[in-house]
């Protein structure tokens, strides 16, 4: 099976700008979640899809969203970006979110917001 | 509230001695328990994880864990070191209990940098 993939692999962008990530998770998995990775506050999760719906969400601002389509790929949105969005941005899938369940990471996308 | 602990963030060993990497939790009621590793410039590769039975787990690449309820602790194992496990390792954990603010969702430590020498 093909694993997590995710585009693009590294972004520039500029403050004030938006930013649109892509996750296509393993076949046949319907949960997606989305984290973030910076060498100041390590790994911290931004949100969780299944089923074409936000279960759970992270402690993040407004700015940060995402969404889920029907074949389970997920996409996240940065809007007005800040210094400090400067990330790995990773996702990850499992079959349906629960708890025992392991979840299987992409590549990432590095983002730089100059 | 969940929390991990991964009380050194750098760890140094020669190859071929044993390694371990420590790491305590804090959770409501039971725990699953998982171990993850990060190479330079890649996502996270799952290497094991405890749920339930034995308390030793044994994973990917040699590496085994050991689950001890009472120091609420985890600590990741292998007994020969290879200069290619070099990288960083992550512990996680989640409540057994599924609840909608645990959902898809993994409780990380900070991290703990591996460096085996040749």
């Known amino acids: 099976k093909a694993g997590v993939t995710q585009t693009p692999r590294y972004l520039i962008k500029t403050r004030g700008q938006q930013v649109t990530l892509s996750c296509s998770p393993i076949s046949g998995h319907r949960s997606v979640s989305w984290y973030q990775q910076t060498p100041g506050q390590g790994l911290q999760f931004l949100f969780e899809y299944f089923s074409e719906t936000q279960r759970n969400k992270g402690n993040f601002p407004g700015r940060f969203s995402g969404r889920q389509f029907s074949n389970s790929r997920s996409e996240m949105n940065v809007s007005t970006l800040e210094l400090g969005d400067s990330a790995l941005y990773l996702c990850?899938?499992?079959?349906?979110?629960?708890?025992?369940?392991?979840?299987?990471f992409g590549p990432g996308t590095r983002l730089l917001v100059l | 509230a969940q929390s991990v602990a991964q009380p050194e963030d750098q760890v140094n060993v020669a190859e071929g001695n044993p390694l371990t990497v420590k790491c305590t939790y804090s959770?409501?009621?039971?725990?699953?328990l998982f171990w993850y590793v990060q190479y330079p410039n890649r996502g996270l590769q799952f290497l094991l994880k405890y749920i339930t039975g034995d308390n030793l787990v044994k994973g990917s690449y040699g590496f085994e864990a050991e689950f001890n309820k009472s120091q609420t602790s985890f600590h990741l194992k292998k007994p020969s070191a290879l200069v290619s496990d070099s990288a960083l390792y992550f512990c996680?954990?989640?409540?057994?209990?599924?609840?909608?603010?645990?959902?898809?969702?993994?409780?990380f430590g900070r991290g703990t940098q591996l460096t085996v020498w040749p």
């Open positions: 996680a954990v989640r409540p057994s209990a599924d609840r909608g603010s645990t959902l898809g969702r993994l409780y």
């Open positions: 990850a899938s499992s079959l349906a979110g629960g708890n025992r369940e392991t979840q299987y």
């Open positions: 959770v409501s009621g039971n725990p699953y």
